[in-house]
């Protein structure tokens, strides 16, 4: 969901809830001009929201409700408790609507038939109708009913005088035969719609008198939470149903709808919920805010709790995870297997409050991204440039502190992009390119790290001028051989800028150097492409969280060391065989494909172990797979990631350390650093 | 044999009964004729004979005729048997 459609929803929830409290507060203490101007301006503010987002039917159901509460206004009719029952359920009505077009889901059948008659319900209290809501009684006499001394048919006119009846349906099905049947028995019953002018409470209570011989039941028919619950109380469920469909009373498809729900409920055991409180004139006991709470609970809501709340709680599973490793090494040391097992057991749970907690502070990049829009269109607009940004991957996720610490960079980024990359409307026309310079920032995950992509489609980087400023500016020898990717990544070296004018959007060079150690400080990787006159496209390679890994714990010489596990592809023992068969070299093949090795004993001046099996972990970054060379494997291991001391900081091919559950440390591989170095060196070496 | 009382109600239905019921067994024709001449008034009881007797004739494939019957007794039958359902609800 982007950023306005999440606004909208939290606007209108508030909205929501505002109207909800000042119909609560109406149910209890009566009418307050106060409280009917509050819920008005709800609606009208939700419609007009609804509406720049063309969510039709939030707009119709918020204009009729806005529409009914401007006559109250008018004091064109007073709310009464149905108005005020009619009002809470259109408020529910409201919250589904908006919920769903937010999602970019459609109205179901069965939500476009509550939508419908809420309309008429609505509409009914314009018509001036005063609001009188349809209520069904379903009558069932009882046996005994004819020793009452009530004349049922007097009864059956009783109920005119509660209000208009539009239909009055028998139900003769248990009505025996005449060989069977026993005169003085009562076997019959009646379905009534009511436009009622009495709640139903006072209808019910206008039964009492024939309550030991007559079983009433009175509901919203348009509540199907209502019908469901009634046919799962009365006596006669199929002959009622058989009934409304002889007679028409209701739609097939929702009476289709009603039944499908008993009969889930039936075999599911499910308990219906109590029914909600029956509207009562005003001033009357309100019904309780709990089960009103219950009632209109909305199915999702989000909770906005302070980062440093999470990450406090992140800092103490970590420090679990290093006790519990502790317990585990103990376990083992003891020989202790029912130790063993309860901390596998508390490992595992831990792996889950870990993956649960990190999973709560993942959110998606299109929220930082769309902030971005109204900077590119302030920056083109400054600098007279036409640009057609586009937004990819939006709903990619990452750990909310790496977005924080990702929005300067990125907004340097595209400002770089736009300035210096993006040529004026009357260049691009010259060159045959169209007006509009393409600015594109894009997301995607890959390999258990997330990449990021600013790509534009303007001059590209001018090698020469590049080379040449880092040459006078004594970042490169004068000899120096780079290659295209070497000089591009220049932009990033301090003090560097090719802008020939200096503006207050880019070209001071002390940019792009903070962008790239701010990427570096989040365990990330830059790379360049550039191609003059073609574009440029700068790639950022971050990992997905900066807390807890899962790590897989090996030993070179006598020192652990912790390799992303997301970055393994596999383990192999490197044999004498294969030493053999490469003749020493620092290479393997593996399944036809060549693959350089990295000799951390050597990388590291580790003690070269002879009394051990060498072993291979074939790790991925990017396109790049080398093989590292270790000694011991030890396994999967929950890697909480301390930061390196001012003294090891900067060694290079080590991205932090961990404690393991002997207190020792092991320090984390920088597997990006330790590819590159490999690479570079293998091509240095060719 | 005709039923002979003004009215027709809990107070006699149970002669009222044993007398369709004699009248239904001793049916040599396709059609069951109800004469009810010289009944004023009915109430419920009677209401739910009638749907017995409907329901007879309709397992036994039998027409139902009802002859002579008062505008009176004849609206309350209508008021209690026939369904309401008015447009526009």
């Known amino acids: 969901m982007n950023e306005e459609l999440q606004l909208f929803l939290e606007d209108a929830h508030e909205q929501l809830q505002t109207m909800e409290n000042a119909l609560l507060s109406i149910q209890e203490e009566g009418m307050d001009k106060e409280r009917i101007d509050e819920i008005f301006r709800a609606m009208h503010t939700i419609k007009g929201m609804a509406g720049m987002f063309g969510f039709d039917g939030v707009v119709e159901c918020t204009h009729i409700a806005e529409n009914v509460m401007e006559s109250v206004r008018n004091g064109e009719f007073t709310l009464d408790a149905s108005h005020v029952d009619l009002l809470l359920r259109t408020k529910d009505h409201v919250q589904t609507l908006v919920e769903s077009a937010t999602e970019g889901l459609e109205m179901d059948e069965r939500l476009q038939e509550r939508h419908q008659a809420l309309m008429r319900q609505l509409d009914g209290i314009m018509a001036g109708d005063g609001g009188e809501g349809l209520l069904h009684l379903s009558l069932r006499f009882k046996e005994s009913f004819f020793q009452s001394g009530v004349e049922l048919s007097a009864l ?170 502790k317990i585990t090494q103990l376990a083992e040391e003891l020989n202790n297997p029912a130790l063993e097992e309860s901390s596998g057991v508390l490992s595992s749970m831990l792996e889950e409050l870990r993956n649960g907690i990190m999973n709560i502070r993942m959110v998606q990049v299109g929220g930082t991204f769309n902030k971005f829009r109204r900077v590119v269109f302030d920056i083109a607009k400054k600098l007279g440039k036409e640009i057609e940004f586009e937004i990819v991957g939006a709903e990619t996720e990452l750990d909310k502190s790496v977005i924080e610490k990702l929005s300067d960079p990125l907004i340097h980024m595209l400002r770089n992009s736009i300035d210096h990359g993006i040529e004026t409307p009357q260049e691009r026309e010259l060159r045959g390119k169209p007006r509009k310079g393409r600015v594109e920032l894009r997301a995607y995950p890959d390999a258990g790290t997330i990449v990021i992509e600013v790509s534009d489609d303007g001059a590209g980087i001018d090698r020469q001028k590049v080379l040449q400023k880092a040459i006078a500016k004594g970042i490169v020898p004068e000899d120096a051989t780079l290659s295209d990717k070497e000089v591009a990544m220049l932009i990033f070296a301090p003090g560097l800028s090719t802008a020939s004018e200096v503006s207050d959007i880019s070209g001071r060079g002390v940019g792009m150097d903070v962008v790239k150690k701010n990427i570096e400080e989040l365990r990330g990787m830059l790379s360049v492409e550039s191609e003059e006159g073609r574009g440029t496209k700068i790639t950022i390679r971050l990992p997905l969280t900066l807390a807890i890994i899962d790590g897989f714990l090996v030993q070179v010489g006598d020192t652990k060391y912790i390799v992303p596990l997301d970055m393994i592809q596999e383990c192999l023992e490197y044999t004498p065989r294969m030493k053999e068969r490469m003749r020493n070299k620092d290479y393997i093949e593996l399944r036809d494909e060549i693959i350089p090795l990295l000799d951390m004993r050597k990388h590291f001046n580790e003690r070269i172990r002879h009394d051990i099996r060498e072993n291979i972990v074939v790790v991925k970054y990017a396109k790049s797979v080398v093989g590292i060379v270790v000694d011991e494997l030890f396994g999967e291991f929950q890697t909480v990631i301390k930061p390196l001391g001012e003294v090891f900081r900067n060694v290079p091919g080590i991205s932090g350390a961990t404690i393991l559950g002997s207190g020792e440390i092991a320090l984390i591989f920088d597997i990006p650093s330790l590819i590159d170095h490999k690479l570079r060196h293998a091509r240095v070496y060719q | 044999m005709e039923w002979s009382e003004q009215k027709i109600d809990k107070s006699n239905i149970d002669e009222f009964t044993l007398f369709l019921k004699e009248k239904f067994k001793n049916l040599n024709e396709s059609k069951f004729t109800l004469d009810l001449e010289g009944v004023e008034r009915v109430d419920f009881t009677f209401v739910q004979l009638f749907v017995a007797l409907r329901k007879s004739c309709n397992q036994k494939g039998v027409e139902l005729e009802v002859v002579r019957m008062e505008e009176s007794v004849r609206r309350y039958l209508e008021f209690a048997i026939d369904a309401m359902v008015k447009d526009g609800r």
């Open chain 1, 156 to 325: 059956l006119r009783f109920v005119e005088d509660m209000g208009e009846v539009v239909a009055r349906v028998p139900v003769f099905d248990l009505v025996p035969d005449l060989e069977a049947i026993e005169p003085t028995k009562c076997y019959v019953g009646y379905e009534l719609q009511l436009r009622a002018h009495k709640s139903a409470k006072e209808i019910e209570e206008a039964f009492s008198f024939v309550e030991e011989d007559l079983e009433v039941h009175i509901f919203d028919p348009h509540d199907p939470q209502a019908f469901v619950r009634f046919l799962k109380e009365t006596s006669t469920p199929e002959e009622s149903v058989k009934a409304y469909r002889r007679h028409r009373l209701y739609e097939e498809k929702y009476l289709d709808e009603v039944v499908e729900r008993v009969l889930e409920e039936l075999i599911e055991g499910v308990e219906t919920p109590p029914p909600p409180p029956q509207p009562e004139p005003i001033p009357q006991e309100p019904p309780k805010k709990e089960e009103r709470a219950v009632e209109v609970a909305p199915k999702r809501f989000t909770l906005r709790v302070e980062s440093s709340k999470i990450d406090r709680l992140i800092n103490q599973i970590s420090e679990m995870v290093i006790a519990n490793a």
